[in-house]
């Protein structure tokens, strides 16, 4: 499998729109309940882009998977936190891929300036609890009986990872676009090498 990993673009947002279907559909993975179409999916992207990134994973010319950062609040304090999210293509999933696009998105949160990462987490999602904790995060909270979907109530988990250290005088996060492109390159060549 030729395996590239980039920065997403409106042009994606229909992949990403399929791959983000069946999720909502027939998973409590996601709490929402209609999935969006291309259209919202692109407003999103243009929402977190680019302060935040938005990395798709491509294998043979196709998007297989996505990963993105958002705000973990909106109080000006909180900014160097991210949270993060996760999607791969059903058929995909299981093969490693996940842990190199979520690689590649703490890579490059560390290069903008962001401290800690947190991965919200519908309980039970034993796949998902099992890609955090291999990447080192740790259980910060649950919350019992958060969402409703699918005929029953389900649990939400958070996971925190310090991704660099903690200064007196931290700097703001740098958008993506400002940082340097050959350096987010090299990453995203680095962990796309590694798939076996």
């Given at each position: 499998?030729?395996?590239?990993?980039?920065?997403?673009?409106?042009?994606?947002?229909?992949?990403?729109?399929?791959?983000?279907?069946?999720?909502?559909?027939?998973?409590?993975?996601?709490?929402?309940?209609?999935?969006?179409?291309?259209?919202?999916?692109?407003?999103?992207?243009?929402?977190?882009?680019?302060?935040f990134?938005?990395?798709?994973?491509?294998?043979?010319?196709?998007?297989?998977?996505?990963?993105?950062?958002?705000?973990?609040?909106?109080?000006?304090?909180?900014?160097?936190?991210?949270?993060?999210?996760?999607y791969?293509?059903?058929?995909?999933?299981?093969?490693?891929i996940?842990?190199?696009?979520?690689?590649?998105?703490?890579?490059?949160?560390?290069?903008q300036?962001?401290?800690?990462?947190?991965?919200?987490?519908?309980?039970?999602?034993?796949?998902s609890?099992?890609?955090?904790?291999?990447?080192?995060?740790?259980?910060?909270?649950?919350?019992?009986?958060?969402?409703?979907?699918?005929?029953?109530?389900?649990?939400?988990?958070?996971?925190?990872?310090?991704?660099?250290?903690?200064?007196?005088?931290p700097?703001?996060?740098?958008?993506?676009?400002?940082?340097?492109?050959?350096?987010?390159?090299?990453?995203?060549?680095?962990?796309?090498?590694?798939?076996?």
């Amino acid at each position: 499998m030729s395996l590239v990993f980039r920065f997403a673009n409106a042009e994606d947002a229909l992949s990403c729109a399929e791959i983000y279907r069946p999720y909502v559909e027939k998973t409590s993975i996601t709490f929402e309940y209609i999935p969006p179409d291309a259209g919202e999916i692109a407003r999103r992207m243009k929402a977190y882009m680019p302060v935040f990134p938005w990395i798709v994973a491509e294998a043979d010319g196709q998007i297989i998977g996505y990963a993105y950062a958002s705000p973990q609040n909106v109080r000006k304090a909180y900014q160097w936190n991210a949270d993060l999210t996760i999607y791969l293509r059903e058929d995909t999933r299981g093969k490693g891929i996940g842990r190199l696009l979520y690689g590649c998105l703490l890579d490059v949160l560390v290069m903008q300036g962001y401290l800690k990462v947190i991965g919200i987490v519908t309980h039970p999602n034993p796949k998902s609890e099992a890609l955090h904790q291999a990447m080192g995060f740790s259980v910060l909270a649950k919350w019992e009986n958060a969402g409703y979907k699918l005929g029953r109530w389900y649990d939400v988990q958070w996971f925190a990872k310090q991704i660099a250290p903690v200064s007196n005088h931290p700097t703001s996060p740098v958008p993506i676009n400002r940082l340097d492109q050959d350096e987010v390159k090299k990453i995203f060549e680095q962990y796309a090498a590694r798939v076996k």
